[in-house]
């Protein structure tokens, strides 16, 4: 599957951005699908997983309650809403997709067979 992330920008803190990752398949709904980032100089951590139909959803700490994915199986897109967004949110976003999941290592960067591209986010203080 290709995945093709959007929507990154410059922000104000406090400021709202939403990420957008489209894929190129029609099962789409067949992929567990993750957000992670990678700020300068810093190894690629993750920020939040969704299940196939959308019903379950983990966070890293660092954003719960302030980021909510959702999916369109219809669009094959998922999404990234990010709220409350702080300087130490900016990095670059990626999307990634895996086909099963496993309750020890959905947050494993590693177990992702699939990447977007990236898009950057950029918080000014």
């Known amino acids: 599957v290709q995945l093709q992330a959007s929507g990154g920008g410059l922000v104000q803190a406090g400021g709202s951005l939403r990420l957008s990752c489209a894929a190129s398949?029609?099962?789409?709904?067949?992929?567990?699908m993750a957000w992670f980032r990678q700020a300068p100089g810093k190894d690629r951590e993750f920020v939040g997983v969704i299940s196939w139909g959308g019903g379950t959803t983990y966070y890293a700490d660092s954003v719960k309650g302030r980021f909510t994915i959702s999916r369109d199986n219809a669009k094959n897109t998922v999404y990234l809403q990010m709220n409350g967004l702080k300087p130490e949110d900016t990095a670059v976003y990626y999307c990634?997709?895996?086909?099963?999941?496993?309750?020890?290592?959905?947050?494993?960067?590693?177990?992702?067979?699939?990447w977007g591209q990236g898009t950057l986010v950029t918080v000014s203080s």
């Open positions: 398949e029609r099962t789409f709904s067949s992929y567990i």
């Open positions: 990634a997709a895996r086909l099963d999941y496993n309750d020890n290592d959905y947050y494993l960067g590693n177990q992702y067979n699939y």
